[in-house]
């Protein structure tokens, strides 16, 4: 069957750094999501990696190992708004998307 | 309207009732999809449409039907509703025309309880 595994809950402190990560057995790899979903709303585009590597957008990277089936999303100078879900998609051989259930990240001040 | 809205926001439903959620887009997406999001799982796809005319089947399409007439609306609808289908339903849509990758845009969402 097709697996994604995230923690399913983070705390971090304002300022700090966190490193959320996912692994992921899926019938064929065709690159990998990461979204933001905020409480009660509906989960935002954050990142995208088809090759190993780093991915860097701002305060956000996405880091991706295919051969270890592993990606980590990494944000810095964490502030109070980024409170919220992450969610690790891999797209498929058949280019659907599979979800993980998502990492909620809690920033304390 | 601006990217994608669903309809209602939420619903309360009589087990054994109709229900047609409503999305609509205006991003001219080739690709629309419906999830639905439970607490402790990941979104999962019951849906999906590559383009007008056509429709595909996802992880959990029973007890769900959907249509795709034209490019801008893709309803779901829930022809006899059960308890177990109470949960918060997602559309997106993306644009697969060529691009490196077709970032899923979605809209806010419908929370339905079956009771």
């Known amino acids: 069957g097709q697996n994604i595994d995230q923690p399913t809950e983070m705390t971090a402190t304002e300022g700090a750094i966190v490193q959320i990560n996912c692994t992921y057995q899926?019938?064929?790899?065709?690159?990998l999501f990461w979204y933001q979903q905020h409480a009660g709303e509906a989960p935002t585009f954050l990142s995208y990696?088809?090759l190993d590597g780093l991915e860097e957008k701002g305060r956000f990277s996405s880091f991706l190992s295919r051969s270890k089936g592993y990606s980590y999303l990494l944000l810095k100078e964490l502030q109070m708004k980024d409170s919220a879900s992450y969610l690790c998609?891999?797209?498929?051989?058949?280019?659907?998307?599979?979800w993980g259930a998502g990492t909620k990240l809690i920033i304390k001040p | 309207i601006a990217g994608i809205t669903q309809a209602p926001t939420s619903q309360i439903l009589a087990a054994g009732r109709r229900m047609t959620l409503r999305c609509t887009q205006d991003?001219?997406?080739?690709?629309m999809y419906w999830y639905r999001q439970d607490l402790g799982l990941g979104l999962r796809l019951i849906h999906y449409?590559?383009?007008?005319?056509?429709?595909g089947k996802g992880e959990v399409p029973d007890g769900y039907s959907v249509s795709r007439a034209n490019t801008d609306d893709f309803p779901l609808t829930l022809a006899s509703a059960v308890p177990s289908q109470t949960s918060v339903y997602f559309c997106?849509?993306?644009?697969?025309?060529?691009?490196?990758?077709?970032?899923?845009?979605f809209g806010p969402g419908t929370r339905l309880t079956v009771l």
């Open positions: 997106a849509s993306s644009d697969d025309s060529g691009n490196s990758y077709n970032e899923q845009f």
């Open positions: 991003m001219r997406h080739n690709a």
């Open positions: 449409s590559n383009t007008a005319g056509t429709t």
């Open positions: 899926t019938s064929g790899f065709n690159g």
């Open positions: 990696n088809v």
């Open positions: 998609a891999v797209w498929d051989s058949n280019y659907q998307l599979i």
